[in-house]
């Protein structure tokens, strides 16, 4: 299996719109997110987070995506590099495919990291804590936007 990231072009947003639409769908699970008259769930940070967007692959097959920005939202630090957005399709979790493409960004962007994990999502914070274990990143607790977070902080 050959796991790899390719940016992604301005022309190809629409493609990670019906991505994130995925994201929010199973996001909903534990987070609520509003569904629009279309049918569509509200998600009004694509434009705000098109700074360093990456398709995922698997064997040349979309996985998912990674949203990158140069700034944490959470705690204002800039520069630093944060993953907005990451999502794995449910066919590709539990065979490396996320750790992969983590190690793929990383190496991207070397610098200083937050990675913030919502209390609510405990799939999620399983999987960070996995996959940032080899960096001795430390989960701290930080209140944002009316939610509970653990933020990791680590360099690359």
């Known amino acids: 299996m050959t796991i790899s990231m390719r940016r992604a072009r301005d022309e190809e947003q629409g493609s990670v719109a019906n991505l994130v639409q995925l994201y929010l769908h199973d996001l909903t699970e534990f987070m ?17 987070f098109w700074r360093h ?26 520069p630093c590099w944060f993953m907005a957005e990451f999502f794995v399709l449910r066919a590709h979790r539990g065979r490396g495919v996320g750790k992969a493409a983590l190690e793929l960004a990383l190496r991207a962007h070397p610098g200083p990291w937050h990675i913030a994990v919502p209390h609510a999502n405990s799939a999620a914070r399983q999987f960070w804590s996995r996959a940032l274990a080899d960096r001795a990143a430390r989960p701290r607790p930080i209140h944002f936007d009316g939610d509970d977070w653990n933020l990791y902080e680590f360099s690359a």
Not at 53 to 78: K, W
């Open 32 to 48: 609520p997110f509003p569904v629009r008259d279309d049918g569509r769930f509200e998600y009004g940070f694509l434009d705000r």
């Open 53 to 78: 967007p990456y398709f995922i692959a698997s064997n040349d097959e979309i996985a998912g995506f990674a949203l990158i920005v140069d700034d944490c939202p959470l705690t204002g630090r800039a």
